[in-house]
């Protein structure tokens, strides 16, 4: 699972002591759960916890069944529509969302609500009648107390077809448009819908990098964990299975959202986020010489400043769950983070710092 990398680099913000430096947390697909535990102050033990400890052992959870199993695909992609049962989708997300978030390894609700009165966490998702990034917040009226937030996350992570086939239907920044909630572009076969609620999937099809959500709240400033290595090509779904054959499973009554994906809209966005990314990191969050004089810069031009993996470290699958390689995940995305933002003359590198850490 590659949000490891990324859950590393938010232990490494968390240990440099700069996470109040950030007035706003967004977080799509896994970035969510990332998101969520840094606003909750969560340290490098419940990183640890979280990710090699919990999501390795679900079969010790639910009765020796794994929350994530690619062979569960054969019922999807049978020729007769299967009768969907809980056990039935590639990703069981009540597992990570419901038994880790919420009764292994909860997320401190009481630390989550003071700190998001003054840091919000935005939970992004996909919107099915908005066709576009949808922002799930308090503000928002999109959750209130911790199982709200865990349906938030959910929907962020859910992987259409891979994670089931039935949308997760949550109010958010669309309802404010109620123009936008697109209900004709759907088939005739969704008969109807709650006002002002949608159904969301997956942040991936229209957002997979939050930024631009980050820069329509009115941020100047963003800073962009990345899990993905530079330099290396952009990863590509096998053969178009997902696009052509798993997401339809679920998106069929929602032409425009499936048509997107089956053009490979989504991959698109992804390229094109990596390009202006790497553009902007070259400028760096301000100028060297405002830097130098401890001063914001006066310029109105928002800033971009993206932190990855280098091109000569591994690629976390997506579908990784040995405790050794998420341990990898973890470590290479502290380890990156905390070199690029903490103090240059600070004694310790990130690698000894990981070491003391893990």
Not at 101 to 116: A, G, H, K, Y
Not at 173 to 182: I, Y
Not at 256 to 265: C, E
Request: proline content about 6%; some cysteine.
């Amino acid at each position: 699972l590659r949000g490891s990398v990324t859950a590393g680099m938010a232990c490494a913000i968390n240990d440099l002591g700069v996470a109040d430096a950030f007035d706003l947390v967004l977080g799509s697909s896994a970035g969510s759960i990332v998101g969520s535990y840094l606003v909750a102050r969560a340290d490098h033990r419940t990183t640890y916890q979280f990710f090699c400890n919990y999501l390795t052992t679900s079969k010790n959870h639910l009765n020796g069944t794994s929350w994530l199993d690619i062979s569960r695909l054969t019922k999807l992609l049978s020729p007769i529509r299967p009768d969907f049962s809980p056990k039935s989708p590639v990703m069981l997300l009540e597992y990570p969302m419901k038994h880790i978030m919420q009764e292994l390894l909860p997320l401190n609700w009481t630390v989550f609500e003071r700190n998001n009165k003054h840091q919000p966490m935005k939970v992004i998702a996909s919107g099915l009648f908005s066709q576009g990034p949808v922002i799930l917040g308090t503000e928002e009226d999109s959750f209130n107390d911790l199982s709200s937030l865990c349906d938030c996350i959910k929907a962020s992570c859910m992987l259409p077809g891979i994670a089931g086939i039935q949308p997760i239907w949550i109010k958010g920044s669309s309802s404010r448009d109620p123009e936008n909630l697109k209900q004709g572009e759907v088939s005739d076969s969704l008969a109807s819908f709650v006002p002002e609620v949608e159904p969301l999937v997956d942040a991936l099809v229209y957002e997979p990098i939050p930024y631009r959500s980050a820069l329509s709240s009115g941020c100047s400033h963003v800073l962009v964990l990345r899990s993905y290595p530079d330099g290396n090509l952009m990863p590509k779904s096998l053969l178009g299975i997902f696009e052509r054959l798993i997401a339809p499973k679920c998106l069929d009554p929602f032409p425009k959202v499936k048509k997107h994906l089956h053009d490979a809209g989504h991959s698109i966005i992804y390229a094109k986020d990596i390009l202006l990314l790497n553009q902007q990191a070259s400028k760096g969050l301000v100028s060297n010489q405002a830097a130098d004089e401890g001063r914001q810069e006066e310029e109105t031009d928002p800033r971009l400043f993206a932190i990855a993996p280098l091109d000569v470290d591994d690629v976390i699958s997506q579908l990784a769950l040995d405790r050794n390689v998420l341990l990898a995940g973890i470590l290479q995305g502290f380890v990156r983070a905390y070199d690029i933002l903490g103090d240059p003359s600070r004694s310790l590198t990130g690698a000894e710092r990981a070491i003391d850490l893990f």
